[in-house]
């Protein structure tokens, strides 16, 4: 017995002196220096080829084996460099430390164990999976797909396209042992702020949002105890830890630190980075952002040579053409306040810039001449206008503020360091733009969907570290405009292009070397950059492709001037409709100069009114105004050819116009308008149709239901068109009438053909849906829907939906008033359609007095129908009568009173 216990303090003996003395060879490894980068080197050795040792510096991946799954399997040992009498460094078995046999790709080995993680503490890089904390977290994962081995920032880590959240999960904070680069942290959508304050209450908000983390980078002014849940906080320390070339470059206390958030987001598995500061919030948490790889929206139309505009100021796409965003150049601040766009199909932009409200993002020059110092600026930009896309060949700048990055264009995220703070961003912009068109990537501007609050500072200050921006802008832009890349790779042509611009002193060498240390770090953590197109094409062109012209003028917004303590509101040609009533009516009393609360029900500021010309008298478009434009602050009109084409003159009226090419005699395909209406992007709850014969009774919609479609009764008129019989309208089970409707004759046959290809279209599809739904309201196959269709409402959560059947029915051209009351039954259950009734006057009963002799009986009515403007217009009697007596008194009463 005596023995026994002999030989096990022996052995205790034994096992402690062997790990004190492994602890001190792998302590005495601190001041070595094996380079990260060289880990890289090591991807193609065991994933391809079957090499079995390999030398990384001070570390060596010994014995390297697969199993049946071809996972590698290493021992990783670490030397202690010693040197000889000769001088020669020699590694000798002796002072050797193996650590594990470990499987590069095994999970539940990563479970078991820290394999191959040496933290910081030993002042080595990490290598290794790091997917678990050194204290032992209890933390596991449930399933992880797609998973292989990469090689990041000297972590040799698993890169997985899903993880689950672990469970008990801490707060990572600047004492947590935890290490960096953890499954925890993976995400495919990242937020990178920067800051130097407490968390705010924007923070907050970041940290709030569902599906993002949070990054934040501190610097040497950042409170030591920084610390919020959901956010990922990189202090200084840590920063060091990280392995990055460009840790070296980027100075402290500087702008251009956020670079190590980014390579740290892209590093954790981003596809998505949302850009922002501590004194930023997004208000709709990225809805109005696009995220699929197309959409359909506007593009800035060439010029009336065909040339490309060289730059154009977003915020007048948004409802503010007297304000500018910081980098704009100065000169340019009252050209290219253009109105002209085409609509087409396209690659979404890779970085979407989103306006913000509140105090955005304009130089100290806007600031000291129209910003008065004892007020806030409470700037807004017309939150339904759609987003725009800038083609090749156009500038605008953009911030690192509220804006969005797909995974393509983050090699274009790198923050120049040499420049000011109040530059760096803008510059940065400018110079991504240019390569942009060289990779077929976009910037697209975007409705507001933030909000800034900005401490108050000395402008001053910021007109001096500006000072590049106003002087130099104008000529970057000529050079960047005529900038040729004969490079055969992105990062060629970056480095080409930065070189160029040290030379002619927008930056210094410094941020050519910064270049180069990004350039090498996103190849160490597997970014993968866009290759460069073999030509530059336009995002679209209605001469070759399929797009359309489009007009667009935004909703104007208050502006900020220095002689007004309060802003003063601007409203859409108040002054053109003030002179109508005027001359027409006499009408003479001055408008209130507030809204109140109680008539704010009149204002359908959230819907898209559509208004089509069946005929291109687009002459009657002031009277339009009048009638309809103080209660709706968003009208798009809708015809065949914009105005201006035919020579209408319509003076200094603003307007928006859809030009749909062959809509048919009539409008007998006048739903492609709503459907255009709906590709543009509008932000709103949803788009009301009307001819341009009908007049609205505004007062009627006050309480209908945004979410719902608007339309009549579209059960009680079935046709079944493959046997040619009209169904009884209380018993649409009996198809025994005449086919008497002209409509319904002349298209037979392109119906049967439609009704053929919903029902062949796969199950679940929404086409296949629509043949179910047609079947089961209207008791059978091949039956269709008519109704007069010169009023209608689609909510916003079926416009995809719409315009997938709309589109269908229009490619098989089919009439308006059987198109749309079939597609309205295949989208809505008639339990949930939300009727409105209209009286349409036809035959004998449409007389020539009809507006006036019938007046009171239609105001119960959402419309009546036919209201001929073009006769008022040549002031007939009669109807100026009723208009001035009955109408005008009548709209006037159910406007917001600034519009009274």
């Not at 469970?167 to 680069?181: G, H, L, P, V, W």
């Not at 509101?569 to 027409?584: G, V, Y």
Request: with cysteine.
């Amino acid at each position: 017995m005596k023995r026994l216990q002999s030989r096990r303090v022996a052995f205790f003996i034994l096992f402690l002196s062997s790990f004190i003395f492994i602890h001190m060879l792998i302590s005495q490894t601190s001041d070595t220096k094996t380079t990260p980068m060289k880990l890289k080197q090591t991807k193609k050795a065991l994933t391809e080829t079957g090499e079995k040792n390999i030398n990384l510096g001070n570390t060596r991946l010994e014995n390297i084996e697969r199993n049946d799954a071809e996972e590698p399997l290493v021992t990783v040992s670490i030397f202690k460099d010693e040197v000889d009498q000769t001088g020669n460094r020699k590694n000798t078995r002796k002072n050797r430390s193996t650590l594990y046999q470990h499987s590069l790709l095994s999970l539940p080995a990563m479970q078991k164990r820290n394999a191959m993680d040496f933290n910081r503490n030993y002042n080595t890089y990490s290598y290794g999976f790091n997917s678990y904390d050194k204290i032992g977290s209890n933390r596991r994962t449930s399933h992880i797909r797609k998973t292989d081995h990469s090689f990041q920032s000297g972590v040799l880590m698993a890169s997985e396209k899903k993880i689950d959240e672990p469970t008990n999960t801490r707060k990572y904070d600047d004492n947590s042992k935890e290490t960096i680069a953890t499954a925890s942290f993976f995400s495919e959508k990242w937020i990178v702020v920067t800051s130097i304050n407490n968390p705010t209450s924007d923070i907050a908000k970041l940290a709030s949002i569902e599906g993002w983390k949070v990054v934040v980078v501190g610097d040497k002014k950042t409170p030591a105890n920084w610390n919020y849940a959901n956010c990922v906080y990189l202090s200084p320390e840590k920063q060091q830890s990280l392995g990055y070339s460009i840790l070296k470059l980027v100075p402290w206390n500087n702008y251009a630190r956020k670079n190590i958030g980014y390579l740290f987001a892209i590093q954790h598995g981003a596809k998505f980075i949302y850009d922002t500061d501590d004194d930023n919030h997004p208000t709709d948490n990225f809805q109005s952002f696009v995220f699929e790889p197309t959409m359909t929206g506007l593009v800035y139309a060439p010029d009336m040579q065909g040339n490309p505009l060289r730059e154009v100021n977003p915020y007048a796409h948004f409802g503010q053409p007297t304000m500018w965003p910081r980098g704009y150049p100065l000169d340019k601040i009252a050209d290219n306040i253009t109105k002209h766009y085409y609509l087409c199909k396209f690659k979404s932009p890779t970085v979407q810039q989103g306006a913000v409200n509140g105090d955005p993002d304009m130089d100290a020059i806007f600031r000291l001449t129209r910003k008065n110092i004892y007020t806030k600026l409470n700037v807004t930009f017309d939150p339904s206008a759609p987003p725009v896309v800038l083609p090749p060949g156009t500038f605008t700048p953009y911030n690192a503020q509220n804006t969005i990055h797909q995974y393509s264009a983050f090699w274009g995220l790198l923050l120049p360091a040499s420049v000011s703070f109040r530059v760096t961003d803008i510059w940065r912009s400018y110079i991504v733009q240019r390569l942009m068109w060289d990779v077929g990537d976009t910037l697209g501007y975007f409705p507001p969907s933030g909000f800034q609050f900005r401490n108050n500072h000395s402008y001053f200050t910021d007109a001096e570290e500006e000072e590049q921006l106003y002087y130099s802008a104008t000529k970057l832009l000529n050079f960047l405009s005529n900038y040729r890349c004969f490079k055969e790779s992105l990062y060629s042509c970056m480095i080409n292009l930065v070189e160029l611009m040290v030379n002619g002193r927008y930056l210094k060498a410094d941020d050519s070397s910064l270049l180069k240390a990004w350039l090498s770090d996103l190849d160490m953590i597997g970014y993968k950059p866009p290759s460069l197109v073999k030509e530059t094409s336009p995002v679209c062109d209605v001469k070759f492709l399929n797009g359309v012209e489009v007009q667009f003028v935004a909703n104007p917004q208050t502006t900020s001037m220095l002689n007004y303590l309060m802003p003063k509101p601007t409203l859409q040609n108040n002054l053109i409709i003030e002179a109508i009533e005027k001359s027409m009516c006499q009408i003479t009393d001055q408008q209130p100069s507030h809204v109140t609360e109680s008539d704010t029900i009149y204002v359908f500021d959230d819907i898209l009114l559509i208004i089509i010309f069946n005929r291109q008298h687009y002459d009657v478009m002031p009277l339009l105004e009048v009638i309809y434009r103080p209660n709706f602050p968003n009208i798009l009109y809708c015809g065949e050819e914009l105005p201006a084409r035919i020579n209408t003159t319509l003076g200094d009226l603003q307007y928006s116009f859809y030009a749909v090419p062959n809509m048919g005699i009539y409008g007998h395909y006048g739903y492609e308008c709503m459907i255009g209406a709906q590709k543009m992007g509008y932000n709103v709850s949803g788009f009301l149709l009307i001819n341009d014969d009908v007049r609205l009774n505004i007062w009627n919609w006050v309480n209908f239901n945004r979410s719902q479609i608007a339309f009549e009764n579209v059960g009680t008129q079935v046709a079944d068109v493959q046997s040619g019989k009209i169904c009884r309208k209380n018993d649409i089970n009996v198809c025994d009438s005449a086919l008497n409707h002209k409509w319904l004759k002349i298209y037979r046959q392109m119906l049967n053909k439609t009704f053929n290809i919903l029902k062949s279209s796969p199950r679940g599809s929404l086409q296949h849906t629509c043949y179910e739904n047609l079947v089961a309201a209207n008791k059978g196959e091949y039956k269709f829907n008519f109704k007069t269709s010169d009023v209608y409402y689609i909510p916003k959560r079926l416009t995809t939906q719409f315009v997938e059947l709309a589109t269908l029915f229009r490619e098989q051209v089919v009439f308006v008033g059987l198109a749309v009351p079939s597609i309205i039954q295949c989208l809505e259950y008639p339990s949930t359609l939300q009727e409105v009734k209209h009286m349409f006057l036809w035959g004998t009963n449409r007389t020539p007095d009809a507006a006036w002799d019938r007046w009171n009986e239609s105001l119960s009515y959402h419309s009546f129908h036919p209201f001929k403007l073009s006769e008022l217009l040549e002031h007939k009697p009669n109807i100026t009568d009723h208009f001035c007596r009955d109408l005008l008194p009548t709209l006037r009463k159910h406007r917001p009173s600034y519009w009274r």
